[in-house]
């Protein structure tokens, strides 16, 4: 009875491996014999004389010993050699020296060859689905796939494929006003493919830059086609973000073809990205033109560009600073993004001020701490109209300083030159 109960259970292992996703027939077929041979050879030392034959298609398997006839009395070895006598009995025709092969019944091996069975074909099994995982989305890293949220925790989302591969989303992969429930569908680009170990990790991705590309690819034909190419994106995810476009094709517009009409191609990206704004500037190698397209709203009245710091000073109309700047400093972050240069902004004063009645901050120590002033020297700023000049927000940021330490300096050298 035992027996019987074993020997379903193995027929159960068979069923259950069978089924197994992503994995082809042939190799199938290959890890269950490997799996057979694994076992027969920590039991005997060799499975050399076995013949493994495993039917797939029926859901069963046969396993043969073959064995040497020896007279009798001289059998040394019970799984290489048979006597003459026990041979017979089998068929009456076998001789001495000839070759007996007779199916054996696997689970008469016990219960504990049964159970190695089971472990090994878990471990193969598992390692076989673990490389067809990496195999099928190595090649897929920036490219966007679509997914079914399958649990929700603090620190990331896990999701499911349509084969029900299992696909990481981390929140810090996610654009700050993502929320999804179980089962509700979200798009996102591979990021990139862990394998540690041999433990695949597929890692998603809504921030990247390269999500927005293949949103762009997929809803402007120009792009997909090659007439428009994206020559860089930057973003600030949820939130905004600027593309430098470019067409070889003097009859495009390549900003006009990627906005659409009235916004109507990148309608469905912004909503897509939570409602993040999209400003599509054409490209250009003239460095001080770039970075003049990349503050726009503003309007750049001049440009002093340090190629070796990649560092450059913005000098515009009073009205214009807050343009270039942004809300919470959104667009000149973006700039600087794109640019991959550092850009400084300035208030350009009339001339009747006069550069003759500008001050150095060291002159006023006693007034402002000392500390202060060697914040403000270290972002460049030397004189009292360099600071006045400068946006707060620069001042605050740039300069490492709270907002109140930087109003109380900007009180003081304003109440000097009110003085004069």
């Known amino acids: 009875m035992a027996k019987k109960a074993e020997t379903i259970n193995l027929i159960d292992t068979f069923a259950e491996f069978k089924e197994t996703k992503n994995i082809d027939r042939a190799t199938l077929v290959s890890v269950l014999e490997e799996s057979f041979r694994s076992v027969i050879a920590k039991m005997f030392g060799s499975d050399d004389n076995y013949d493994v034959i495993v039917n797939p298609d029926k859901g069963d398997f046969e396993i043969y010993r073959n064995r040497t ?8 070895n019970e799984n290489r050699e048979i006597s003459l006598t026990d041979a017979r009995e089998i068929d009456s025709d076998y001789e001495v020296d000839e070759e007996v092969s007779e199916n054996v019944d696997f689970a008469s091996f016990g ?10 074909l878990a471990s193969k099994i598992l390692e076989l689905e673990h490389d067809s995982l990496y195999n099928k989305y190595k090649d897929r890293v920036g490219e ?3 997914a079914e949220v399958y649990q929700v925790w603090k620190k990331e989302m896990l999701l499911v494929d349509d084969e029900g591969n299992e696909l990481i989303l981390p929140k810090t992969e996610q654009i700050p006003s993502d929320f999804y429930r179980k089962g509700e569908a979200a798009r996102a680009v591979v990021a990139r493919v862990d394998n540690t170990n041999n433990n695949p990790k597929i890692i998603l991705s809504r921030t990247s830059p390269v999500y927005l590309q293949r949103l762009l690819e997929a809803e402007v034909p120009e792009i997909h086609d090659g007439l428009i190419t994206i020559r860089k994106i930057a ?3 949820g939130e905004r973000a600027k593309i430098a476009v470019e067409s070889y094709d003097d009859r495009i517009d390549p900003v006009g073809a990627c906005v659409g009409v009235k916004g109507s191609r990148v309608h469905g990206i912004v909503r897509e990205l939570r409602g993040e704004n999209i400003d599509v500037i054409p490209f250009t190698q003239n460095i001080s033109l770039f970075i003049t397209r990349a503050l726009s709203p503003a309007t750049v009245n001049s ?5 070796e710091e990649r560092k450059a000073e913005v000098y515009l109309n009073p009205d214009q600073v807050s343009l270039a700047i942004g809300k919470s400093g959104l667009n000149i972050k973006l700039a600087s993004m794109l640019t991959e240069y550092t850009i400084d902004v300035y208030r350009e004063i009339d001339n009747e001020e006069g550069e003759d009645d500008d001050i150095y901050l060291d002159e006023f120590v006693g007034d402002i701490d000392a500390w202060v002033i060697e914040s403000l020297k270290a972002i460049g700023m030397e004189t009292a109209k360099d600071v006045m000049k400068a946006p707060r927000e620069m001042l605050i940021s740039r300069g490492d300083l ?4 930087v109003d109380e300096v900007l009180r003081i050298l304003k109440e000097e030159f009110e003085e004069e």
Request: net charge negative; glycine share 4%; proline share 6%.
């Open 111 to 120: 219960r504990r060859a049964i159970l190695t069975l089971r472990q090994t």
């Open 69 to 76: 006839v020896v007279p009798d009395g001289e059998v040394k």
């Open 303 to 307: 440009i002093h560009i340090n190629e």
């Open 402 to 405: 709270e907002e109140e330490t």
């Open 235 to 237: 973003r600030i995810p």
């Open 144 to 146: 966007i796939v679509s």
